[in-house]
């Protein structure tokens, strides 16, 4: 029997873990700087036994919706200070993604574009901008870049075909409405090392949804994470839309010959052993376990069990912070 602990390869990474921490919110910065108090964090989760730490959200662009919350790629002082950070992880060999995306399209002097607006000379803006982020990523030390391309970020809502409307070589057939995110992954993939790791939806057609997961992986794309189509801030965990999930990761990872991670839902070391031995799911994301608890897996596995102390409040979303509120006040 597969164990969560056991090593396992993750593209042409060794990882200590099955488990893969996905961050979110930023609540620690000095206005932008990295703090000591980011620092200790990362360092605390390498130390763990996370087997992947995928990074706070990067904004692509400043004034984005959530770029408060955030890191910025064009921080000045981005690529010194997380040389630093990956540094610290890599010393507990543990490899580290950025995860980076945007909300609201504000480029070429236009404001809050909608998909169906954008010009070809935005669309290569865009492109262009994941381009020089990637470049920085690689420059600090990153080993792969998580194109957030889920949930409700913009280029999610490209790949929307409830949204995208579009009647040119963007818009239309399954493949056309992925075709902005396939060029950003040759653009990245000609001119770094990076590991491509797209974070991609569970939409409400799901067939549509397993064809762009295949397309992902048919071109270029080094790991998937499947992931709900709504953010926490609507979404509220039921037995049967935790379980179209699974159904959904587990499919697509029978299809598909990258790595497929089943993002969120799971808190529980039992559950999570029984799933990765009995489908075809082999590595499961977390995000509020782990502001919860850097040390959780430790003690899961000192143990042999375990489930989160997280009590699932939302407080972490809520109010994007990446320290938990109710843990603060005990």
């Known amino acids: 029997m597969t164990s969560i602990f056991d090593n396992t390869q ?42 992947l730490i995928i990074s706070e959200m990067i904004s692509l662009y400043s004034h984005d919706r959530f770029s408060d919350y955030s890191h910025y790629i064009n921080y000045p002082q981005f690529v010194k200070e997380f040389r630093e950070l990956t540094d610290a992880v890599h010393q507990y060999n543990v490899p580290i993604f950025a995860q980076i995306g945007f909300i609201n399209c504000n480029v070429n002097g236009k404001q809050m574009m909608e998909v169906n607006d954008l010009t ?8 262009a901008d994941y381009l020089i982020a990637a470049k920085k990523i690689a420059f600090s030390g990153f080993d792969g870049i998580q194109l957030n391309v889920g949930n409700n970020y913009y280029l999610s809502r490209i790949m929307d075909p409830f949204e995208n409307q579009r009647n040119d070589n963007y818009g239309g057939n399954t493949y056309n409405r992925v075709k902005i ?18 974070r991609v939806n569970l939409y409400k057609d799901f067939d549509d949804s397993m064809e762009i997961c295949r397309i992902l992986a048919e071109n270029g794309a080094d ?8 953010s926490p801030q609507y979404f509220r965990k039921t037995l049967s ?6 159904e959904f990761a587990n499919k697509v990872a029978g299809e598909v010959s990258i ?3 089943l993002g969120g839902g799971l808190s529980d070391m039992e559950k999570i052993n029984n ?20 040390e959780l897996l430790t003690k899961w596995k000192e143990e042999g ?21 109710i843990k603060s006040q005990e």
């Open 10 to 51: 993750f593209g042409r990474f060794t990882l200590k873990s099955h488990i893969i921490r996905t961050g979110l919110w930023e609540s620690q910065n000095d206005g932008k700087n990295l703090t000591p108090e980011i620092y200790e964090r990362y360092e605390n989760l390498a130390k763990n036994n996370v087997g």
């Open 120 to 127: 070809l000379e935005d669309i290569r803006k865009i492109q």
């Open 181 to 198: 995110v396939l060029e950003i992954i040759k653009l990245i993939k000609q001119t770094t090392d990076l590991h491509v790791h797209c």
């Open 223 to 230: 790991s998937l994470q499947v992931t709900k189509f709504l």
């Open 241 to 246: 839309n935790e379980n179209m999930l699974v």
């Open 259 to 261: 790595p497929v991670v």
């Open 275 to 294: 799933l990765i031995n009995e489908t075809n799911i082999h590595f499961v994301s977390m995000q509020r376990p782990f502001v919860r608890s850097h």
């Open 305 to 325: 069990h375990g489930e989160s102390d997280c009590k699932t409040c939302n407080n972490c979303y809520w109010k994007k912070a990446s320290t938990c509120l």
